[in-house]
């Protein structure tokens, strides 16, 4: 059974840093297409960052490029979003989502929602001017 849960997400000021941890069970990070993804208030879920840890390919999103950088544990099977500079735009229900073998995922389609089969429950960010 595959189980994520996301946490490490809170409030700050613009400018400042965060950084949210997605706990994996039931799924190989090395083997999977892992990503994090967010949804602010009226807004469509947009893809954030996603990686094929096997395969070191990794997509991030324009508007993070720079900003955000996703690593992880293996030994505690952890997957982390490091997030530096924040904005208001930030401002959102942060998700980890994941396809187990997902190579071709994170390959052809790393930021679409529809794609993937593992949902966190989500940590919210809130950053203030």
């Known amino acids: 059974q595959v189980q994520l849960a996301e946490s490490g997400g809170g409030s700050v000021q613009a400018g400042g840093s965060l950084r949210l941890s997605c706990t994996a069970s039931?799924?190989?990070?090395?083997?999977?297409?892992m990503a994090w993804f967010r949804q602010a208030p009226g807004n469509e879920r947009e893809g954030v960052v996603a990686?094929?840890?096997?395969?070191?390919?990794?997509t991030y999103a324009d508007s993070v490029k720079g900003r955000f950088t996703i690593s992880q544990d293996y030994i505690k099977n952890i997957l982390y979003l490091s997030m530096n500079n924040l904005k208001p735009e930030d401002t959102a229900m942060y998700y980890c989502?994941?396809?187990?073998?997902?190579?071709?995922?994170?390959?052809?389609?790393?930021?679409?929602?529809?794609?993937?089969?593992?949902w966190g429950q989500g940590t919210q960010v809130t950053v203030s001017s």
């Open positions: 990686v094929y840890l096997g395969g070191g390919s990794t």
């Open positions: 989502a994941t396809v187990p073998y997902g190579y071709n995922v994170c390959s052809v389609q790393p930021l679409t929602v529809a794609a993937y089969d593992h």
């Open positions: 039931g799924v190989t990070l090395r083997t999977s297409c």
